[in-house]
């Protein structure tokens, strides 16, 4: 599987300034490896034992599902219900059962596409915080985003070590955008709150109209389409 990092993707994706560059960054990333799992490459036996062992999450099987290849998709959850297959063994007390309920439990709780995803979306974490250091652009740039859904914001901030000698600043910098960005959407929300008192009938909503909306993109990131 690939792991390139796209800074021109990352600078793309900052400049249309919404809620979260990274969902956005994130989202292209997981359509890259849904579409190499739907092709040849996953035929590979490397990759046919990874995914055996770690499967698909319901959300991932879903978007797999509902493209054409659905062989492709059929090949490798055979394989992978072979390998579950070996866990389902007899139970024949209370402790034994316990011990297969961890077992199935660790067992469903992975998933191929999640990790690779993951494993990339860190790169692209630490080129976040590498750019910063290097490019002055980027900081104005960051600076006058809209902030990050708290999921990236957190894993930004575990990153901020890439951003080298001035790793403290990058750190201050992406707390005061966050901030002020969080800040921002709990005031249009309490404006779309008072224009629910009679009172205030006759005030303009404007952006607040959208305020709900928005503050579930930051506070658990882009839904997909
Ligand atoms: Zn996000
Ligand atoms: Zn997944």
């Known amino acids: ?109 992975t998933c191929i596409i999640c990790n690779y995803t993951k494993d990339s979306m860190e790169k692209y974490y630490k080129t976040v915080a590498q750019l910063f250091s290097r490019e002055a652009e980027f900081i104005k740039l960051l600076m006058t985003s809209k902030g990050f859904c708290m999921h990236h914001y957190a894993e930004l901030l575990k990153y901020t070590a890439y951003a080298g000698g001035i790793k403290n600043d990058y750190a201050e910098a992406l707390y005061n955008v966050q901030k002020k960005n969080f800040t921002r959407i ?20 404007g952006s607040a109209q959208t305020a709900l909306p928005r503050m579930r993109e930051k506070l658990y990131g882009k839904k997909d389409d």
Do not use: W
């Open 1 to 109: 599987m690939r792991y390139h990092v796209d800074t021109g993707l990352i600078i793309q994706k900052f400049k249309e300034n919404s809620e979260c560059p990274l969902c956005a960054i994130q989202s292209i990333v997981e359509e890259q490896f849904l579409h190499e799992f739907l092709n040849d490459a996953v035929m590979e036996d490397s990759t046919r034992e990874k995914v055996n062992k770690y499967g698909f999450c319901s959300a991932h099987f879903d978007k797999l599902f509902f493209r054409p290849n659905k062989l492709s998709v059929a090949l490798q959850i055979q394989t992978r219900t072979d390998y579950i297959n070996k866990f389902l063994t007899p139970v024949k007390n209370s402790s034994g059962a316990k011990k297969q309920a961890q077992a199935l439990d660790k067992l469903s709780s």
């Open 186 to 205: 709990k005031e249009e929300i309490d404006v779309f709150c008072s224009k629910h008192d009679y009172r205030n009938a006759k005030m303009p909503l």
